[in-house]
């Protein structure tokens, strides 16, 4: 029974350039929640998707930021022309139900470095 | 606006000890309260969590939280810290529409020999 899966585990860039982050959720769950923990910070919610749905995005940045669930295939959370700031590890979290009682199960992270 | 507090960014403690990591939160109706756990370069672990009943919750690897409306805390105990606990703690307030997580900002925990 497979874990939150996200891939890669590691994205170095360079500024200008697009950063696709992948995160499979575990089987059963069409909830998904992307979180950033900037460096010395704790996690900052972003975007919560159910299939082919974005619920709630207050947490995404106005511009470059963009998620989606679609009906096949993990979620993804793209960055368009990435700046030096958009340095940070990035969770994805699962579950199979919504509501604030359920658990998330939270995937391993992608570090993205800016260079 | 809900949010948390975990006063103590670190904390160092021998092991064998007792550990309290603090958490205050604010939030207008009943919290959904959970502790999670962060060991490097890894993604967060449910300790435990709460939402009604007992407000003494147990969880996993022996650790334990009280929740006191009174005091709108939500403390992390462990009578025994073993070496393998440090990692980095963090509180969190599941938002009641759409259940997201507020984050604290976490406590690092780090365990001497």
């Known amino acids: 029974n497979a874990g939150v899966m996200q891939n890669p585990r590691h994205l170095v860039r360079r500024r200008g350039q697009e950063a696709r982050l992948r995160c499979s959720p575990m089987k059963g769950h069409s909830h998904v929640y992307w979180y950033r923990q900037l460096p010395e910070e704790g996690l900052k919610f972003m975007v919560y998707?159910?299939?082919?749905?974005?619920?709630?995005e207050s947490g995404m940045p106005k511009e470059r930021f963009s998620a989606e669930f679609p009906k096949e295939g993990p979620s993804i959370l793209r960055i368009q022309q990435v700046v030096r700031g958009d340095s940070a590890a990035y969770f994805c979290a699962s579950s199979p139900w919504a509501g604030p009682e359920e658990t998330q199960y939270f995937g391993p992270g992608t570090r993205l470095l800016v260079l | 606006a809900q949010s948390v507090t975990q006063p103590d960014i670190h904390i160092t403690v021998s092991e064998g000890a007792s550990l309290e990591l603090r958490c205050n939160y604010s939030?207008?109706?009943?919290?959904?309260l959970f502790w999670y756990v962060q060991s490097p370069g890894q993604g967060l672990q449910l300790l435990l969590k709460?939402?009604?009943?007992?407000?003494l919750v147990q969880g996993i690897k022996g650790f334990e939280a009280e929740f006191k409306r009174s005091q709108s805390s939500f403390n992390l105990r462990k009578p025994s810290v073993h070496w393998s606990d440090a990692a980095e703690y963090f509180c969190?307030?599941?938002?009641?529409?759409?259940?997201?997580?507020?984050f604290g900002q976490g406590t690092t925990l780090q365990v001497k020999p």
């Open positions: 939030y207008g109706a009943t919290p959904y």
């Open positions: 998707l159910q299939k082919e749905n974005i619920i709630d």
């Open positions: 969190a307030v599941g938002d009641g529409n759409t259940g997201k997580l507020i």
């Open positions: 709460y939402f009604s009943g007992d407000t």
